[in-house]
Nanobody, 124 residues
Framework: VQLQASGGGLVQAGDSLTLSCAASGRDASNYGVGWFRQAPGKEREFVAATTWSGRNSYYADSIKGRFTISRDNADNTVYLRMNSLKPGDTAVYYC??????????????????WGQGTQVTVSS
């Protein structure tokens, strides 16, 4: 599976952005997808995840109510809509996929495939 993350950019506090994660290859439409982020000098942290069906979604407390994850299995693409962005959301955002079902999608270690990351910078 190959993952291509896109949609990052430089925005002002309060603005919105939508990140996309396009999957290709075998099993591109299977399994869940997660978004993680890493700010300079900080550890990678979980942001949001969705199951294969899209019926279940998970969010970090820090972004709950502001970010929404969705997926379009016809296009093998997962989106992360980010509203009311804050300077603290500045980070490189990565999408990732596991290669089995039933993992804890909020933890980074079970994921097998990672995209290259897209930079999100929020100015105050």
């Amino acid at each position: 599976v190959q993952l291509q993350a896109s949609g990052g950019g430089l925005v002002q506090a309060g603005d919105s952005l939508t990140l996309s994660c396009a999957a290709s290859g075998r099993d591109a439409s299977n399994y869940g997808v997660g978004w993680f982020r890493q700010a300079p000098g900080k550890e990678r942290e979980f942001v949001a995840a969705t199951t294969w069906s899209g019926r279940n979604s998970y969010y970090a407390d820090s972004i709950k109510g502001r970010f929404t994850i969705s997926r379009d299995n016809a296009d093998n693409t997962v989106y992360l809509r980010m509203n009311s962005l804050k300077p603290g959301d500045t980070a490189v955002y990565y999408c990732a996929k596991p290669r089995v079902y039933g993992i804890d999608l909020t933890q980074g270690s079970p994921y097998s495939y990672w995209g290259q990351g897209t930079q999100v910078t929020v100015s105050s």
